[in-house]
């Protein structure tokens, strides 16, 4: 772990949320091994206001697992405006988990099943008032067990067993 490091980089407002990671044998000059983007324009996560909304862990003998709230705007058509400017509807609310596969320039990102809190098709209400009541877009938690995971927003909580099911 030491030859690579995982970063997120929370451009939020521009065009989803992208995670990062980075190869940083030669600290002078960190190459980026993997991009991976979550969702489109509107996209956001408490981690950008939090830093406690990330959690990791680093269980004996095996991989690295992270994980971050996250409200993904996605679909095919945007909800209003075009091009680097068009706004996608809000498809779910919960947390983005991943883990760490393979060491040195070889690491990966591998995509964990998502604990999807909430999920509601359609149009977006006013971005506002809708996101300020989704605790993924600001005060959501969670924790990380070998078990599985617990996630925390709005007095509400949410679980995933060690497989991955809700």
Known sequence: ???????????????????????????????????????KRGSTTALLRHPHAYSQLQAP?????????????????????????????????????????GSGASARLAALPSLVAERQPGSTPEFGASQAFDPAADTARSVLFEQGT?????????????????
């Open 150 to 166: 617990l996630y925390v927003g709005n007095g509400r909580f949410w679980h995933l067993d060690a497989a991955g099911m809700q």
């Open 1 to 39: 772990l030491a030859s690579v490091a995982p970063s997120i980089a929370l451009f939020a407002l521009f065009q989803g949320v992208q995670l990062n990671l980075f190869d940083v044998r030669d600290p002078a000059a960190p190459a980026v091994l993997q991009r991976v983007l979550v969702g």
């Open 61 to 101: 003998g095996a991989n690295l697992q992270f994980a971050l709230p996250a409200r993904v705007h996605d679909g095919e058509e945007p909800q209003y405006g075009d091009g680097d400017w068009a706004w996608y509807p809000w498809s779910w609310s919960g947390l983005l988990r991943y883990e760490l596969r």
